[in-house]
């Protein structure tokens, strides 16, 4: 369909968000006629989200936006099977503990895009594990798995490619397709979700929840997935030079999530503007008509609007304000990212080498070789090239740091502690 007229799906269809549905016009009529409850799962497999799931948490800020009822479904219960789509070795298995403590971590994150309450619009976190737990085995498998083939579960993508690299699959994992399906069926008679949205690798899952409610006599449920997105160049959205680009502030600064925008590549600035800001299109437009050098202006919007929605606009704005004086006046900015070493091992010398993997700007002293081999670390904004340097307290500057760099982007400050 190429003209919603719900005002959610069309927001969607228009800022890129659409990779599939199971039926365009059967559910914009839905979300025309009626307030849509809708879920999203998320697997509690770390204490934050990334980056990387950024455009399904703007998928239910956008359903509440526009009048209706989004529900983050965490996977409590799931997260003890874990998704095998397209892994290629089963997810290590994690403790109930464990699983709670990463679940009220990643709760933190919702509640900056989402208004959380007992209205009809208002969003709801609910977790699996509240109905998958308490299961009977036995009558599980009578009332539920009677109806899944395992010749068509044999047939999806994220079992057939595992399989065809001949990698083993647990009956363990094989069961997760069922109990996520099942979550849809539940969610249903619980709560009245009647759509399920995720990434496009979520396809054949949440297909199957569609299937099993027809069975068991759920109203008609629908499905809609997002593109799985990759940057300009090819990379994975939501990971950076140095790991994973976190969503909590406890894992990663809010001036390191504001470069990780701002170093955006100039071909996906638009693109991102549309799917993880609220701004208006006609303004995004604007900005990505920007040309030459001009396009970093429309990068640094990016980066404050994005960092605005997830650690508030004070946190973005002094992020911008911390870049700025850092790399167009040179100055030494007290927000910079730090890293506190021993007094005493300062003063004896620190291998350059190990200092740029402490601070976080390489994962190895391979890599960290490399990098200053490439002329890329600096002291005090001076280049270094001798990989065997130590860095000393006769580094530090008349504020008591020593300015650590990789690039034109990265800055650590080091301080004694």
Known sequence: MSAFKSDFLRTLSERGFIHQTSDDAGLD??????????????????????AGGLIQIMMLYWM?????????????GTGMVGDPSFKDEARKLMTPELIQSNIDGIKQVF???LTFGDGPRDAMMVNNAEWLLPLNYLEFLRDVGQH????RMLSFDSVKQRLDREQSLSFLEFNYMILQAYDFVELNKRYGLRLQMGGSDQ???????????HRLGTPQLYALTSP??????????????????????????????????????DADVERFLKLYTAMPLDEIARLAALGGSEINDAKKVLATEVTAMLHGRAA?????ETARKTFEEGALADTLPTVEVPGDELKAGIGLLSLVVRAGLAASNGEARRHVQGGAVRINDQSVSDERRAVTTADLTPE???????????????RPA
Do not use: C
């Open 203 to 213: 396809w054949g899952n949440i297909v199957n929840g569609i299937d099993l409610g």
């Open 316 to 320: 973005a704005e002094q992020s911008a």
């Open 228 to 265: 799985l997105l990759t940057t300009s160049s090819g990379a994975k959205m939501g990971k950076s030079m140095t790991g994973a680009v976190w969503l909590n502030a406890d894992m990663l600064s809010p001036y390191d999530f504001w470069q990780y925008w701002r170093n955006t590549e």
């Open 400 to 414: 008591g740091v020593v300015k650590l760099s990789l690039g034109k982007k990265k800055h650590i400050l080091v």
């Open 29 to 50: 009529d839905l979300f025309r006629k009626e307030t849509v409850s809708a879920y999203i799962g998320f697997d509690p497999t770390a204490s934050s989200l990334h």
């Open 111 to 113: 509640s900056n895009y």
């Open 148 to 151: 899944f083939s395992v010749n």
């Open 64 to 76: 509440q936006k526009t009048g209706h009822r989004p529900v983050p479904l965490m996977g409590g």
